[in-house]
DNA sequence: CAAAAAGTTAGATAACAATCAAACTATTTG
DNA sequence: CAAATAGTTTGATTGTTATCTAACTTTTTG
């Protein structure tokens, strides 16, 4: 399969990167890669079903916040910390920071 | 009229917070209150009603985003800025910046 | 008190989003 | 090739949100 389309870097929508935050399930998903890396999507134990995590990881990358790269019969998502960092200079690490927190 | 209720600094829900500034109405508003302080409902100059502008109020209000202070005719509103920044260091920084981009 | 001004609230509508089950696609392996 | 695995897509359902008009509340002012 091939890999799916990724907006680039300097394309990337502020509206659309804080929408696609601004749900809990995705903003997990965005914590777990950024502190374990790359991760296939069925490594992430939530507790949806696969259509929904896909409709999730859909939403995560149209909005710029990660990379899927498949690899056989996987895909393995990261985040991509350096363009969002290049576009949105320490949105994601306070983002991050915040989520942390209760 | 009596002051609408606003949550407090140490509820502030990030997610919550994050879905008020994806809408770019609401995000508007925000600019505006970070650069010109307080500033009544009727002088943004908007392109929408008196309600729809109404409901984005309430919106950033009840995030936590704004505080809304009633004096006499008229509705003041302020960024809470140094709630969000206890709450969310960094966070409304690096967001305002992100949004004057492109 | 009547009218104007500034917002809010209620009710309606239309678009959008989250979720699931079921069917599908592509890859690997027996 | 058949079965298993990993994920996507489709279609349906349900709930949410943005928007508007119209009616309402509150405050100020003639």
Redesign the pocket.
């Known amino acids: 399969?091939r890999t799916?389309h990724h907006p680039e870097r300097n394309q990337l929508d502020l509206s659309a990167v804080l929408?696609a935050l601004s749900?809990p399930?995705r903003m997990e998903v965005v914590r777990r890669l950024a502190g374990e890396g790359e991760l296939?999507?069925?490594?992430f134990g939530l507790p949806?079903?696969?259509?929904?995590?896909?409709?999730?990881?859909?939403?995560l990358r149209e909005a710029g916040l990660i990379h899927?790269r498949v690899?056989?019969?996987?895909?393995y998502n990261s985040l991509r910390k350096q363009d969002l960092e290049a576009r949105f200079p320490g949105l994601l690490k306070a983002v991050l920071k915040a989520s942390g927190q209760s």
């Open positions: 399969m799916p929408y749900d399930t296939a999507c069925g490594t949806t079903t696969k259509a929904t995590l896909s409709h999730h990881f859909k939403v899927t690899e056989g019969v996987h895909r």
